[in-house]
């Protein structure tokens, strides 16, 4: 079987830093595919390999990359497109199409559009399968989400669509269920009756200079809130599935989002230098924190704190689910600590159980210690990237690492009251926490575990 992967937005930061890696380690492991990158940064492949591809890159990968200078803007652009396609395929029994969408959600429409006029030019003899990826954010709001969905529905089925999240693809969030769904010590503390609160924090050192252009659209509702922390949250809170396939996942999550109360208290702010080299000012929000709750009989009445952005001092990904302290008052004694479990993200994965335990040389005092796995330590530190799992399962046509339309939406729903105050935002210096992330712990009565 012949297949092309056609990577539309391929000079782009995400094909560069993470798709053609990935594109790479999979060649390299014995995937068979060959990539299309589109593009107008440069005028021919020798250009666009110079500037966009390691000086290491594998001869495999490099044979099978291909660039084809494409101006989305130009009405005859499909046509040097298409008549690529075609030669490639001229002559093969199988072929398989994926066309992947790393694009700013605003060209989704005219990009699929012009899929659909070359896709019903194309001629071949042959068994020809295709695929459609697009990247988060699916669509800009709720209204232009279901459009883009209703427009590639008419070129697609459901099934060839693949709407990625990439946070799917890591690690952490798949362990996150098997840490609740194959373990009986877990089950059964899982929940509001044992839970007090839980803090998601995502703190990055970048800025988003780089992608300016992109990011000046979107902000980090768009980018991380409506998405990742939206998926993080469905994985902490869902209820147990009857199987770990990906409908049965989908039903629980959905769940989860529909159950999500609306948010009252959200934030956001922009770091000093946003854009400052872009000679105009950007008022985009890159810092938010927030709380909400997930209305379910389970969790209830459990706050779950958020807070994630850029240009902060230092990175810091984890999940810290805070357990009620019942133990103090019972035992008399304040200094007892609580229980917690800490998923940390970066700067590496560790899940850590905090249990107290007795200090030496006293009389009955006891000290929090921490129970720790380490996967790099347990598992080798060559687990895939999350990129690399997620465009293996698009080849291997297994959709069980993306989000459904129906997540989506949802999530659409819960953060379009969020997108409607992001422009009341506070102006952070750079390598400082926003106050109001500050305060918004203050007020709940709260310490930010850092
Ligand atoms: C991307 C966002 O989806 O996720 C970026 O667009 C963010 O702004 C990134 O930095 C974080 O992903 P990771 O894999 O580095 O945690």
Redesign the pocket.
Known sequence: MKRIVVQFGGTGD?AQK?LYPAYEHLMGKGFDFSVLALGRRFKDRKEFVKAMVSPDASPEFLKNLEYLYYDMADPEATDPLRQYIQTVIEGTDEVELIYYMALQPSLYEEAIRQIQKIDSQLSCQCNLTKKIVVE?PFGFDLESAQRYNEILLKAFDDKEIYRV???LG?EFMQNLLILRFHNDIIRSIWDNRSIESIQII?D?T?G?DQ?LG??EQ?GVVR??IQ??IMQIITYLTMNEPATLSPEDIAVEKIKVLRSIAPVSEFHTGRYESLGANSGHVVDTPTYAALKLSVNTYFFADVPIYIRTG?MQADAK?LIYVKFRNTTGKVMHDDSIAENGVIIT??PELTIDISMNLKEPDTSWKSKPVRFRFNQAETFGANTPE?YEQIVKKILQGDKSLFPSMREITESWRIVTPMLEQERHMEVYPVRTLPRFASDLAKDNGFIWFD
């Open positions: 995400l993470k988060k999240d990439h946070y890591k995502f990055e970048h988003v992608r992109f990011y979107i980018d991380t998405n990742h850029k990904s993200i970066h999350a």
